[in-house]
């Protein structure tokens, strides 16, 4: 017996079989308006011990802002001297004036950067340059009004927080900018990427770590396909870890490790939740690979562990290890829940699998080389709920709901991630603008999540892109919980 879940979701999707390789990366506009069907749904649930405001804090004390630093606004100046009285411009800072030294901190002050922004920043080992969001504030850069890329990142040594990358040009085809990572040693930590043409992460960028993103609505159509992929990505010295990332609905290819005369060697992904790769593009029927590792060169030190993957059925795309060239070398496949086709496509000189649960199609290999992981072929009796701590943001975390019982709501122990007495507001992550769809003082009982009534956002530009036959509804959700923190002014 299929999943009754997958039979009766998304009926009317049928699996594009396009590999093609077009890389993009695009984000929600930072314009889009709050769905009216879901910025205050009746459906949301507040629960009813965390009534609160989500502005309510711990105690009535405001938190002290952060001091020293240097500061980043819209209307700042190349001839500042990044104090608060006089801050730079994002294109000045970015370019690393003589006064920003290893260690430093750069702050961005809230508001929208239009443009396109190369950053050269280079700090060093022990000592990188951390670029920061201002508490309680989001800083958008939208490169509507550039043909070039929105964000270039070039340096060494550097961490960045926080940020939101978008475009709000309504335009979604014949080309679209994204972003560009080469620099070496670099961390991405906790950004909103929808909307753009797709990111690419490229071989340049050695040892990159991409933490915590929300990773969606990226790319575009054109005459003979969609194109643009969520993490476009290449690798041959180091490792390139991709963490705790929420990749989902990008005109093409979610997580997309491919080369035709480049390399795919070094690569960890670990705790990352795909889902409906390919459904931002036009029409039904469009979902490619959540996750492809594979090309026409040989991949290798590939390790996949704890990652979330969820499909509307067991026989639609989910991820694909191998492509067109073989034997591949290494890949480890430890402790990961996924939904879908598991597709080994490309034999692998050593392949180690344990721990993992498949809830779909396994194809390539003989489950019954691999004893200790588990293939589910019924419908689960249960639900499954994951909660992942953010490492670099107490407070905050993802949590993925596979909604097997089809409730309505789901309760979930957050105690892992907030202290008793903390604000905290809990977004859905495919439409954050929509405001959160709980939030209250967390008083240490379980948090109720609902999962009905939820909208996903729809691409910039193209309001009916994503067809109601497409939506997860109640099936499988995932939220982002934050702590709210009552900064003072």
């Given amino acids: 017996m299929r999943f009754m879940l997958f039979v009766l979701l998304l009926l009317s999707l049928v699996v594009a079989c396009d590999d093609s390789t ?30 609160n405001n989500a502005n309510n804090t711990n105690n009535t004390n405001c938190v002290p802002r952060p001091t020293g630093g240097f500061h980043v606004t819209v209307d700042g100046s190349p001839d500042g001297d990044g104090s608060p009285g006089a ?70 040594w550097t961490e960045y927080h926080d940020l939101e990358i978008t475009n709000s040009n309504p335009a979604r085809t014949g080309g679209r900018p994204g972003t560009t990572v080469n620099g070496p040693n670099l961390k991405l930590v906790n950004w909103r ?12 960028a050695t040892d990159l770590e991409v933490y915590g993103s929300l990773i969606h609505n990226n790319g575009y159509d054109d005459d003979d396909r969609a194109h643009g992929h969520g993490v476009y990505s290449q690798n041959l010295t180091g490792t390139k870890v991709y963490e705790d990332n929420i990749v989902f609905s990008n005109y093409s290819f979610g997580f997309h490790f491919y ?126 709920v994951f909660v992942r701590p953010n490492r670099h943001e107490p407070g905050r975390a993802h949590v993925a709901v596979y909604n097997w019982t089809f409730a309505d709501t789901q309760e979930v122990d957050l105690s892992e991630v907030l202290s008793v007495g903390d604000a905290y507001e809990i977004r859905d992550a495919q439409n ?21 009534g939820l909208v996903p956002a ?30 003072c002014e």
């Fill in 259 to 384: 080369t035709e005369g480049g390399s795919i060697e070094g690569f960890t992904l670990i705790g990352n939740i795909w889902f409906l790769s390919g459904r931002a593009a036009a029409g039904t029927g469009t979902l490619k690979d959540n996750c492809l590792v594979g090309g026409l060169q040989p991949a290798s030190r590939i390790v996949l562990r704890e990652n979330l993957g969820w499909a509307p059925g067991p026989t639609h795309r989910g991820a694909q290890f191998g492509y067109s060239y073989e034997p591949n070398g290494d890949l480890t496949l430890t402790d990961n829940y996924l939904s879908g086709v598991t597709n080994f496509s490309r034999p692998w000189t050593t392949l180690t699998m344990t721990g993992n649960t498949f809830l779909g199609d396994v194809t390539g290999v003989d489950l019954a080389d691999f004893p200790g992981n588990t293939h589910v072929t019924e419908q689960p009796a249960e639900n499954r």
């Fill in 22 to 51: 077009g890389a993009g990366n695009n984000t929600n506009n930072a314009n889009n308006t709050n769905n009216a069907n879901n910025a205050n749904n009746a459906n949301n649930v507040n629960n009813a011990n965390n009534a």
């Fill in 458 to 487: 729809q691409p910039v530009g193209v309001p009916d892109a994503i067809d109601a036959s497409e939506y997860t509804d109640r099936y499988f959700n995932v939220f982002v919980v934050r702590r709210v923190v009552n900064w």
């Fill in 87 to 156: 801050p730079w411009d994002l294109a000045t800072a970015w370019a690393q004036p003589a006064a920003v030294g290893p260690g430093a901190t750069i702050w961005i002050h809230g508001g929208v950067y239009e443009g396109a922004f190369t950053s050269t920043l280079t700090g060093e080992a022990g000592a990188p340059i951390v670029v920061r969001v201002w508490p309680g504030e989001t800083a958008i850069l939208d490169g509507a009004t550039s043909g070039e890329d929105t964000v270039t990142i070039e340096g060494a």
């Fill in 432 to 452: 954050w603008d929509a405001g959160p769809v709980v939030s209250g003082t967390f008083d240490g009982a379980p948090v109720t999540l609902p999962l009905t």
């Fill in 193 to 204: 990427v929808h909307d753009t043409g797709g990111g690419g992460y490229w071989t340049g």
